[in-house]
């Protein structure tokens, strides 16, 4: 249950900045999620409607998402891919010899404040 995580990650560290900031509501958030992060973006939303209404900060908070490309470099060609949907095999020499480069992770981008 990735999402559930993600979205107690989301609440913690925005109450955090909140508090630092002096913010008292919190209008907006973005958040990027990588293409092959396995997040589902639709379940990241529901349960932010679940979430949100636990916290006082957060009742009118949108949850924005954003996905981030998923990108694959091949150490053999020294050249980058996409990985979907060619995953770990590379399109251009046939090799194996890859690494995911970005798209398997998750960030808040941007706060907006009421
Ligand atoms: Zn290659």
Redesign the pocket.
């Known amino acids: 249950m990735h999402e559930l995580s993600t979205i107690y990650y989301v609440i913690d560290t925005v109450e955090k900045l909140a508090v630092e900031n002096n913010l008292k509501e919190i209008g907006s958030i973005t958040l990027e999620v990588g293409e092959v992060s396995g997040i589902v973006p639709d379940y990241l939303l529901d349960f932010w409607q679940y979430a949100r209404k636990k916290t006082e900060m957060f009742q009118n908070t949108d949850l924005k998402i954003e996905t981030v490309r998923a990108v694959t470099y091949?150490q053999?060609?020294k050249?980058t891919y996409p990985t979907i949907p060619q995953g770990k095999t590379?399109p251009?020499?046939?090799?194996g010899n890859?690494f995911l480069v970005t798209g398997n992770e998750y960030n808040i981008k941007e706060i907006e404040a009421c």
């Open positions: 091949c053999d060609c050249d590379c251009y020499c046939g090799s890859t």
